[in-house]
């Protein structure tokens, strides 16, 4: 029996930071994907997996991700690239959260999160962080990154919630946006559900709960 849901935030909750980045490659001129490339050179030690473990403060960041973007040929500062991270709440996945928790589910939220903007959600703005707040509060539990010093796809953060929240993996359905963040949780024996979008996420979540399509 699946009896717990493992939220990815950004991506899953909200839209996908990297929507936003895409928009702000296409305004400059720069190559689509130059952040994820960016993202993707070095994944233990480059400027944005440090950051996330808050090894860095917002200011290294700044820095260090200009120099990977130059190493590239590109012009890029990590500024601009924290300014996007705050993405568009998804209502109908808030809705899907009220109607687990009051179903009696077991909510847990892994985000890798770096410190900066206000909160959890990586906010812009004191508004934007209350309603991301309000989000977080309905969930039993919530890891971030940048406060335990581990960021996904390390396999001990999916067995810290685990540890947590009293269950074993095999009774946890896991959504996150990024394959390579789903890997790990399925590895465990959790039901991993890459995100490509809210109807495709709250479609396969209703899948692996075995629960009626209309609740969501």
């Known amino acids: 029996m699946r009896d717990t849901v493992i939220f990815d935030f950004g991506g899953v909750i909200t839209s996908s930071p990297f929507e936003a980045f895409n928009r702000m490659e296409r305004e400059r001129g720069l190559p689509h994907d130059l952040v994820r490339r960016i993202n993707a050179s070095n994944p233990d030690t480059n400027a944005w997996a440090r950051f996330e473990r808050a090894e860095i403060d917002a200011a290294g960041f700044d820095e260090t991700f200009a120099e990977e973007a130059r ?56 508004e934007k962080a209350a309603a991301v707040a309000a989000i977080l509060a309905r969930f039993d539990h919530v890891i971030e990154s940048s406060k335990v010093g581990i960021r996904k796809p390390d396999p001990r953060i999916y067995r810290m919630m685990c540890d947590t929240l009293g269950r074993a993996p095999e009774r946890c359905v896991y959504l996150d946006d990024l394959g390579i963040n789903c890997k790990p949780a399925a590895v465990l024996g959790m039901t991993a559900i890459k995100v490509t979008g809210e109807a495709q996420a709250l479609d396969a979540l209703v899948e692996a709960l075995e629960i009626d399509a209309g609740h969501f």
């Not at 590239?72 to 009220?98: F, N």
């Open 71 to 126: 190493a590239l040929g590109h012009e890029l500062r990590g500024e601009d690239v924290l300014a996007l991270l705050s993405g568009d709440i998804r209502p109908r996945m808030v809705h899907a959260l009220d109607w687990l928790k009051a179903n009696g589910y077991r909510l847990g939220c892994i985000t890798n999160n770096v410190p900066a903007g206000e909160g959890a959600g990586m906010s812009r703005t004191a």
